[in-house]
């Protein structure tokens, strides 16, 4: 008998080909993979059912409020590229006086001028913009100006222009100041200085309030000028 390893003319064994290495690798993922995706669904089924349990809000409209706030946040994103860059010179609602003087910082604040997404209380804002001017009235050559929606119904909460204010109320009826600015939620809050824009708020606040400590600061910021 001779020894396939000394006789010459016995072809060499051969091992397992790269493909077929490779489908058998695949063949084992695949498997583990499963595992892992239904244990990834069982343990989601789980908890939707304890926070349906907890909450009484079923998986289904759990689901649905997450798409409705990703669409949301989508919107919002998309939104925001239109804003005006740093520097831009916008139009000064209702020509107030002064805005041409060297270091004139104008505070100009949109209230129900969309009614697309987040619209605030024009009431609410008058107030907060009439208690911000009445407690920085020593900052000097500072205007503050309320941009109110074009809608009589958006507009219902807009000051009787008899009452004292430390403030000017524009009526934005076209909704071009509103487009110009990108005021695609209110309040929003803009701080020019010579009609150069200096600073707009870059999201809404909770509950539809304005970022008093916020706006003050960065005020304080446009008087002392760049």
Not at 103 to 126: I, L
Not at 143 to 168: F, M, N, T
Request: net charge positive; glycine share 8%; charged share 20%.
């Amino acid at each position: 008998m001779t020894d396939a390893a000394s006789d010459p003319e016995a072809e060499p064994e051969q091992g397992p080909s790269g493909n077929e290495t490779a489908r058998s690798s695949t063949h084992r993922v695949r498997p583990m993979f499963a595992v892992a995706l239904a244990t990834l669904l069982s343990a989601y089924v789980v908890v939707a059912v304890a926070n349906w349990n907890a909450t009484g809000m079923s998986p289904v409209r759990r689901m649905s409020d997450g798409i409705a706030g990703m669409r949301l946040a989508v919107w919002k994103w998309r939104s925001s590229l239109r804003d005006p860059s740093p520097g831009t010179r916008l139009p000064t609602p209702g020509s107030v006086p002064d805005a041409a003087k060297t270091g004139a910082v104008d505070v100009v604040v949109f209230a129900d001028a969309t009614p697309s997404c987040c619209g605030g209380k024009a009431a609410g804002a008058a107030s907060t913009v009439e208690q911000m001017a009445r407690e920085n009235a020593g900052l000097r050559k500072v205007k503050w100006i309320l941009v109110v929606g074009g809608s009589e119904e958006a507009s219902q909460g807009e000051p009787a222009s008899d009452s004292p204010r430390l403030y000017s109320a524009v009526r934005d009826r076209s909704g071009a100041l509103a487009k110009r600015y990108n005021s695609y939620f209110t309040p929003r809050t803009y701080i020019l200085r010579d009609g150069a824009l200096m600073w707009a708020q870059p999201s809404p606040s909770a509950d539809d309030l304005m970022p008093v400590n916020t706006i003050l600061e960065n005020l304080k910021r446009a008087v002392a000028g760049p």
